[in-house]
């Protein structure tokens, strides 16, 4: 006979001589039938109440932060293929990014806590904590995001009553720097801009001024650019096709940051310098070859630090030395920040400086506009960026 109801937790029954006990789990199933070692029923219940405040059952009001999101946001979980499902944006890259987060910020501090014991006091505990430990306002707020995600995710389950409310942190963003129209100038100018021999290091200083080049001359991210392969090249035509980026973690991603797939114009001098390192490709045959190959690691595209590397190195001899660089922040990917301030001082609409970098919204679009003494620079293009030093219309 059965004891028990819809308000217990658990079920207590006889057998022999002895109940039985099978405790309710979080996932509405009950747990395998356990001996409570109790002749009289309610000897048997007084064993399941303390057998339950021992913890040794998970209760779904007894539920933990870590019992709950330990694997939340893992890429075949539930709510990674609630995305895809509808058809919102999510990435591999996004749900690494999202397990470091919550194992590195979230679990070590609130994991402990139970679930209907986070509130606004201790979400309010836990930013300033991670104000107080040197972390950035972005940092914060997205610990915050992935928090409310596991929260959101709770409430539809029923484990929690509501979310509570989340006050952000003041993002105060370090800015992107950018080089000046001169800088750049004199930065082009330089001798890694020769065509480089057969030797492996000349050809990889080579192979960092076009991917420089093509960067301000297109304002291409990083990973779109190593993505490039032959077939996206069309020199006759004189664009770019750019449809895929690519990952160092994960590998090749089919579809760029935003989704967006797009055509993009450069100048003929960039085309020269492009055409000359695709005549170097170790595949010339294959249309899937990477344009920026990997001398390492055959099938592969170039590593960042081909890129970076030769950037700092002629940024240091033209006068910018590393202190100076990480003050100024100027980064490879300076070079899209440039890009879209080269766009706006020259008047071009902005929805069609949209269609060239790919972004969503023009308020995106804004965000990378810089004012500097380009100001005066009306008629600004992007061949503009190989005329000679202290040319007479500056």
Not at 28 to 41: C, L, M, P, W, Y
Not at 114 to 126: G, H, S
Not at 292 to 320: D, H, N, W
Not at 336 to 356: D, E, G, M, T
Request: hydrophobic residues 35%; proline residues 4%.
């Amino acid at each position: 006979m059965y004891y028990g109801s819809r308000s217990k937790p658990y079920t207590i029954f006889k057998r022999n001589r002895f109940y039985y006990a099978q405790f309710r789990l979080p996932d509405g199933t009950r747990s395998v039938a356990k001996t409570t070692g109790q002749t009289s029923r309610g000897a048997a219940e007084r064993w399941c109440i303390e057998y339950l405040n021992a913890g040794n059952i998970v209760r779904r009001e007894n539920l933990t932060l870590v019992e709950y999101a330990k694997d939340f946001f893992n890429w075949g979980g539930a709510w990674a293929t609630d995305k895809r499902v509808r058809g919102l944006r999510i990435s591999k890259r996004q749900c690494h990014n999202l397990t470091y987060i919550l194992n590195s910020h979230l679990l070590p501090r609130i994991g402990s806590m139970r679930l209907t014991n986070i509130d606004r006091a201790v979400i309010r505990d836990l930013r300033n904590d991670l104000f107080n430990r040197g972390y950035s306002g972005n940092t914060i707020n997205k610990t915050l995001s992935a928090l409310k995600a596991i929260l959101e995710a709770a409430e539809d389950q029923s484990l929690i009553q509501f979310v509570p409310r989340i006050d952000r942190a003041a993002m105060n963003p370090k800015l992107k720097g950018i080089l000046t129209l001169e800088e750049v100038r004199q930065l082009f100018s330089l001798e890694w801009r020769t065509e480089a021999k057969h030797c492996n290091p000349s050809r990889e200083l080579y192979m960092g001024y076009v991917g420089n080049l093509l960067a301000s001359s297109t304002g291409l991210r990083l990973g779109e650019l190593q993505a490039l392969t032959l077939s996206d090249i069309h020199l006759n035509e004189g664009y770019i096709y750019v449809r895929r980026s690519w990952d160092n973690f994960f590998g090749l991603n089919e579809t760029t940051k935003t989704g967006k797939v797009r055509n993009i114009f450069f100048p003929v001098k960039t085309q020269i310098e492009l055409s000359k390192l695709m005549q170097m490709n170790p595949e010339p045959d294959n249309p899937e070859s990477f344009v920026f190959f990997s001398q390492k690691t055959p099938g592969k595209p170039a590593e960042p630090k081909v890129f970076t590397r030769s950037l700092y190195t002629a940024m240091r001899q033209i006068g910018i030395n590393e202190q100076m660089r990480r003050e100024r922040n100027i980064t490879f990917h300076s070079w899209r920040h440039w890009f879209n301030s080269l766009l706006i001082n020259a008047r071009v609409p902005v929805h069609k400086i949209q269609s060239l970098t790919g972004h969503l919204t023009s308020a995106m679009t804004q965000h990378y506009y810089h004012v500097d003494d380009m100001g005066d620079v009306v008629q600004v293009v992007q061949d503009s960026l190989f005329k000679p030093i202290g040319y007479d219309e500056l």
